[in-house]
């Protein structure tokens, strides 16, 4: 489903229902890094770059068991993500919640497809059958997002945007 962009703009920020929006589903399924910002154990703020994968319902990232971002989330599993692009006037997806772990065996599914969507097939399976051993233990990380918020600097600016900026922005289309 996706919402008219009229009524798209009147959603406040945090509206979960801005998943709907055809800018947030066009960030969400476009091959793209994400960056994924979480609290170490240390009680600092740590931000990676991920692969992701949008189900419809969650943004899964796929993680190998016994590093340091699963020891941390396993502890604070609230976390941040911004989907978004830098080409032309920026397109940004916010996504907050809390992440679900589950460790597996072997490759997990999503990152299989995460690796051919961003690698290619021949490159994509080159790469997992490299590290489908024996003893592979991946995490699979879920967020199911409870706050989302979404940024297209056309229909929907940063609420403080002072009007000069927005004016300067919108001649440059």
């Keep these: 489903m996706s919402l008219p ?8 920020q945090g509206d979960v229902r801005l998943l709907d929006t055809p800018l947030a589903q066009r960030l969400l399924t476009m091959t793209a890094v994400a960056r994924l910002a979480y609290t170490g154990r240390d009680g600092t703020p740590r931000l990676i770059p991920v692969n992701y994968l949008w189900t419809g319902e969650e943004v899964v990232v796929g993680a190998f068991a016994g590093t340091y971002k699963i020891r ?7 976390v941040a993500i911004c989907i978004d692009t830098a080409d032309g006037l920026p397109q940004v997806l916010t996504l907050r919640g809390k992440v679900t772990l589950a460790e597996v065996e072997g490759v997990l599914p999503e990152y299989a497809t995460m690796q051919r969507a961003g690698m290619g097939e021949e490159a994509g399976d080159a790469y997992l059958e490299a590290i489908d051993k024996p003893g592979l233990r991946m995490v699979r990380i879920g967020l199911r997002p409870t706050w989302v918020g979404t940024l297209d600097f056309q229909e929907r600016f940063p609420e403080m945007t002072p009007e000069p900026v927005r004016a300067a922005l919108l001649a440059g289309e």
């Design 72 to 78: 941390d989330l396993r502890v604070r599993p609230d």
């Design 5 to 12: 962009n009229t009524r798209a703009a009147s959603l406040p």
